[in-house]
C-alpha cells in the first residue's frame, strides 16, 4: 500500500501545471511586451538680461550660459504592430526629445503624433527600421467591465524593468465633474492596484490579459486609490487622432470605434460627407477602397488621399455598398459658420489688419459687422470689437473657431473673450470682458 503523501508526489510529477501560473501571471506574461518606458528631455532657454548686456559688452570672451534640461519619467503601452503607443499626455508634453525602452532592452526614439488634454492622452509613434513590428495589447470591449473583478496595472518606471501591482476595480467612474474642468475625470476608474508615478501611461488590464485602461494618477490623500482612463475613452481619443482630420485636415464627419477587431461608427455629424454618404451610427465598416480588416490608423490613411472611395458597410446584418468623399476643412468650417449660428462677421486679425485699424496688438479675430437679432446682437457686441477666446481657449485660427460653433447645440452657452480698444489722442484705453452668448 502506498503512503498518501508519496501518492501526491507522483501525481504533481505525472501533471506538470505549474501552479503558481495562475490567471494574473499570464495575463502580465502576454501583456508585459507591450509596455514600455518613456523618458522625455525638455530644453528650456534661459535668458538673462544682465548676461545679455555682458555679452554685448565683452563679444566672445564672455561665456554662453547652458540652457536648463528637464526630464521625465513614465510608462506606455504599445497599441498595433507598427510601433504606436500611449502615454500620458502629461508625462510628454514639452518635450522636446522622447525615448522609450522596452521590456527586452531594447531602446528607440518617439516621435509625438497627436495628443488630448482633456483626455490626458498622448499618441506616440517608435521611429524603427522598415519592417519592424512590435507586440500589441489587445482592447477589451468598451463597456466590459465588472464592478471587483481582479485587474492588473502595469508600467515600466524609471527604466528599470516591468512593475505589476494587482487589485480590484473599484469604482468604473468616480463623481460629478466640477465647472471648468480640464481633465475629464468625471468618467476615470478606480483601483485600488498600486500606481506610483512612475507607472502613469501605462496600462490597466483585466485577467483576459485586454487593455481596460491608461494608468494616469493616484489620490494623493489617501492610500490605496488609484486612477486610469478608461477603454472607452482611449477608443474616443483614438478615433480622434486616427480621423483623417488629424491626419489630412481633411473632414469626413464620422467617429469610429475598434470593436472585437472591427471598426464600428459610433456617431456621424450632420451636413458632414459622412452624412451625405450615408453612413449611420451602429454600422460596421466591412472594407474601404477594397481592403478589408483595417484598423483605425488604416481607416484615416484610406480616406487621407482626398478622393472619393467606396465602402461597405453592415448595416441589420446585410452588406450595402457607399461611396466617401472628404473635403478640406476649410471649405466648411470657415467664418460662414460663425456668421450663421451666431450672427457675427469676423476675420483673424492678422499683423497688418491691426496696424490699417490702428489696433496696439494683433490675433483672435476682428468682429466686422453685427447681425440685428442675432446672438452677438442681442449682447451688444459690436463693430470693431476683438474675440480673443472661445471659452477660455485663445483662437487663431478660423477652423478651430468655426468647430467650436459648429459642435454647439441649440441653446448652448459659448463664452467669448471680448477686447475692445478706444482711443484717445496719445492713449490707448483696453478694456477686456467676456460674453457669453446662447446659441438660438
Known sequence: MAWPHLMVLAA?????????????????????????????????????????????????????????????????????????????????????????????????????????????????????????????????????????????????????????????????ERRTPREHETLDVTHWLQTDAAINPGNSGGPLINLNGELIGINVAVFRDAQGIGFAIPIKRVNEALSDFFSPESMHGLWFGARLTQVAGRLMVMRVEAESPAARAGLLGGDRILGINGKTGLKLIGWGRELGTGKKVPLTVERAGKPLALFAAPVPERDFFNASIIKRRLGLAVRPLTRELAEQMGQSFFGGFLVDGVDEGGAGWKLRIERGQVIQSVDGQLVSDVVAFAKAVYALAPGDKLRLGIVTELRRGNFVQRHQGVATLTVP
Open 12 to 172: 504533481m510529477a505525472a501533471d506538470p501545471i505549474d501552479v503558481r501560473r495562475d490567471a494574473t501571471v499570464r495575463a502580465v506574461e502576454s501583456v508585459m511586451p507591450s509596455v514600455v518606458n518613456v523618458s522625455t528631455e525638455q530644453v528650456i532657454a534661459i535668458r538673462d538680461p544682465f548676461e545679455d548686456l555682458l555679452r554685448d559688452f565683452w563679444g566672445p570672451h564672455h561665456g554662453r550660459r547652458e540652457p536648463d534640461v528637464r526630464y521625465s519619467l513614465g510608462s506606455g503601452v504599445i497599441i498595433d504592430d507598427e510601433g504606436h503607443l500611449l502615454t500620458n499626455d502629461h508625462v510628454v508634453r514639452r518635450a522636446t526629445r522622447v525615448r522609450i525602452k522596452l521590456s527586452d532592452g531594447r531602446e528607440f526614439e518617439a516621435e509625438p503624433v497627436a495628443s488630448s488634454t482633456p483626455h490626458d492622452l498622448a499618441l506616440l509613434k517608435i521611429k524603427a527600421p522598415a519592417g519592424a513590428k512590435f507586440r500589441a495589447v489587445p482592447f477589451a470591449a468598451p463597456d466590459d467591465l465588472l464592478l471587483a473583478e481582479t485587474v492588473v496595472a502595469l508600467g515600466n518606471p524609471f527604466g528599470l524593468g516591468g512593475s505589476v501591482s494587482r487589485g480590484i476595480l473599484s469604482s468604473k
